[in-house]
């Protein structure tokens, strides 16, 4: 007799709302006019975020429970991150809603007549906000799976629209779209591997699940090479995502090409969930098998940290230097994944929230620098924008000093926290290379600051355009959250305490 | 011990006025300086209240101490802000609110014509509260605070007119010479923490028994080079001379009468390590005694009128840092010619102002000249200042010296008639310059230009030289009298029966030596001076010697000056080539690489996806050789 599956909807409500909103989204883009699709697709966004997250709220004091046929689990850890994602988005959407950066019609060939003729005619299609909601979900789903299969539909749910998404700027077209298609591929590739590494863990342990897994390698002490070659792919896809060098390569072109605000939801959201998946992997599933796994992923850590740290300093494009600052951080994180202990999760936990609203308001800030042909990312250029906009660049440079993890500032906290917990679970090398690390990205960081204040505008157009009010709000939502947590940090780091636990 | 809650108004009180009027600006220069004066005279009401309430106690109960809150709390680290008033801070307190009050009064009229008058009387009251807490404070870290601000209080006056670039410079070389002293003090506080594990005077008196003689002996020449540092004595001596770039009314408070003598209070605080050290004591012997004389003989051959003052000024504190290191005997005549000097000296100065004031600013005493006919009232409080300080009987120097040279005969052996003969030769040659700036100064003929027209000063200024006068003639017999201070702080220095078992002279002999060196000093003077050319003459040798102040300057230049210099060259060649080459280096190696990985990052997908299958097969291979 077949009997129905137990879905628990009302732990499964936050992703489903998401799903829906964007259907809602995919419906209005059809069936509404053109004039006012702009306005309810923000509103429809923002609404199905807000209600997600009451739902969420609503389930956030459960005891740890798991739904859909044990393939998720809704423990401390999860719902977190899903409320980081939540919110973040939020945010996100709320950079999003100036069309403006976006392509009036991305199926026109870049520089045709088509083109020109859309854009004079003043059309703009609005599909980039239900493409965000179908990669939110994606996004919420992806660090609560538990077991092989969710896992990787979630990476999909969340990729595909995100491929999309970085082809559509609206200026230098070209560039975004050879971004997006870069992106695609690579990921297409990564994902294979992702496959490859689940169906070797299926071979080993002949389960899909994160648990069923833990309980074969507890089970059998072995080095079985089924289970290292499953490590070891399933971990290239999932680096991929969170930047890790060597499965970085893409980052810098494709957060130069995509649009800056989807640039800024990629680095803060994506990196969130991909790195919540990859905690509940390696603590939940490999974290029997340490030995085996720990010196590669530590190689991998240094790697990213330095090579991000390092190559940024000869970045000349603002976009480029933020992408290899987020290859840099990606390595700092997996610090946390290293530390395997509550402290350290902790760290990563706060480390994540504090880092998304930096890295958004960072990219907010980089939408309003602006010339007559859009926005400028040329770090020549921005020079001396201190004298011109003292607080965009203020708030700028509080971001900056924020990533450079300078006291005072929720980047610094973040840090500390993380690399503490790395410390007490004895990964010293991690920790001392991390710092020095930091001391190398502080140099670039500062370096831009030097540029804005301390040297002289050139004759030069660039400026900052007066913002739309949610664009303001935001970046003053962002920059209030990067000073509160910096100054009165158990704020948050009590609360990433709390939920500090995954279940098994 | 008596506990109140007064003590704190003492310093509360000149704190917020100074803070009021550097606070306000502009706006309080019109009552600025009343305020200030009324808050100064505030606190010697206070103090007078304190000392006869105190006199009215006995024994143990005449210490007064006021608990304010717990400074610092770190594990078994316990400082806690609190005051101490007994019978040798009382000494202080009165002498440093009473002088202090008189000066701030000279000063309405001293420094009427300034327009910064305001800021003046403001650097005046932090001074004020800064001595106090120096002389309040109960553990030597609260006294580290006051010990600072006065330190402060003096760069700040001192290059009160730090317009003229010389001020500036003597303001910044009186700072670095007493930073080496407070190095002394911050070493000698972290002894008396490692040693004792507390820093207050009782605490440490309490442990001084157990302690190992080195230790005390390190503490004692710490405490020692503190001392000489804020009391201008050698080696540190040198900025008292060219301190006197402040106005004469800071040159009477600060440098004569107050807080250069905080280096007495210093060690007769800390009489019990210096008890029980006799080396330390020693050292303090010798500082005193090689001071003096210096000061002595450096005070002979300046025309300058305030700078004269201020070598005897440093020779007169020789005196006293050479009554402490006599032992518990010594250390009431330290404090009493201590008092006496402030009431002598600082009338003195305000005499030198009072005549400058007169004279234009003109400082040079061979351009002074039969003052005495023009400005009577400061011709008279100068000489009764002068009788005292050459130590003629009934004034007051007389007692204070004269107990300081007996004492020191009867320290006993070779050594007592080293000390005292010292002693005695000082007090001629004391004799002899200050006669020397007093015929310069008030007899002979007029010497100054047709521009000058010397008149006798406003009542604002005079006043207080009459009352310092009156100070000047008889404070030393009362002190003296019924063995009144001796007996009053007995209790703190520990001095009580304690005789000394022979004397080397009667006392009478010796008093009689010393007057007979001062009548021969005064008849040198009086001879060589019957007519004073306005140019000094060449001189020989010895003469331009002792001109070069002994030539402390050349000295400090040549042997610390120049190889500091030298050094500091060193370092900064150390830290431009190798140094900063490292760190040049690093950083060309980071950017070096930096351009290589962006050669990687070339944009080609092909590329990407091989750097992953490089890192995927990195990865396989890593594992292998793991697990191998």
Redesign the interface.
Known sequence: MLIAPQLSYSLLAPILIVLGGALLGVLVEAVMKKGSRAAIQTAIALGTLVLSFAFLWKIHGQSSKTAAVNSVSIDGVGIFLQGTILILSFIAVLFIADTDNFAAQASAVPGSEDERASVLAGKQQTEIFPLTLFAVSGMLLFPIASDLITLFVALEVLSLPLYLMAGLSRRRRLLSQEAA??YF??GA??SA?FLFGAAFLYGYSGSMSLDGIASAISANSS?DVFL??G???L??GLL?KIGA???H??T??VYQGAPTPITGFMAACTKIAAMGATLRIFYVAFGQAEW??K??IL?IAILTMV?GG??????RDVKRMLAFSSIAHAGFLLAAVLALNTDGLKGALFYLATYGFTTLGAFGIITLVRDSSGEVTDLNRWVGLGKKSPLAASIFTLFLLSFAGIPLTSGFIAKFSLFTGAYESGNTVVVVVGVLTSA?TAFFYLRVVVMLFFTDPKNDSVSVVIPSFMTRAAIAVCALVTIVLGVAPSLLLDTAQTFATFIR | MTTSSNLVYLIALPLVSSAILLLLGRIADKWGHLLATLVSASTFVIAAIEFFAMRQRTGDARAVTQDLFTWISVGSFNVHASLLLDQLSICFVLLISGVGTLIHIYSIAYMSHDHDRRRFFAYLNLFVAAMLLLVLGDSYLNLYVGWEGVGLASYLLIGFWNQKPAYAVAAKKAFVANRVGDIGLSLAIMIAFAQFGTVSFTGVAAGVPHASTAALTGLGAMLLLAAAGKSAQFPLQSWLGDAMAGPTPVSALIHAATMVTAGVYLITRSHFVFDASPTAQTMVLIVGGVTLLFGALVGTAKDDIKKALAASTMSQIGYMILATGLGPVGYAFAIMHLLTHGFFKAGMFLGAGSVMHGMNDEVNMRRYGAIGKVMPITAVTFGLGYLAIIGVPPFAGFYSKDKIIETAFNAGGTKGILVGGAALLGAAITAFYMTRVIVLTFTGTKRWDDEAHPHESPSLMWIPMVILAIGSVASGFLFNSGRALVNWLAPVVNAAGVHSEKEFLPATTISLMALGVVAVGVAIAITKYRTVPVEAPAGNILTKIVRRDLLQDDFNDRVLVRPGQALTRFFVGMDNSFIDGIVRGVGGVIALTSTNLRRIQNGYVRSYALIMVVGVLALLTTIWMVTL
């Open positions: 298609l870069k591929l690579l590739f990564s591997f080095n290292l070659i490590i070891a792919f971990s290239v991929f060098v060597p499965f390569s893409w810098p072109d085996q796994w010196p590669i190689v090579v390092i190559a940024a300093i000869a970045q190398i």
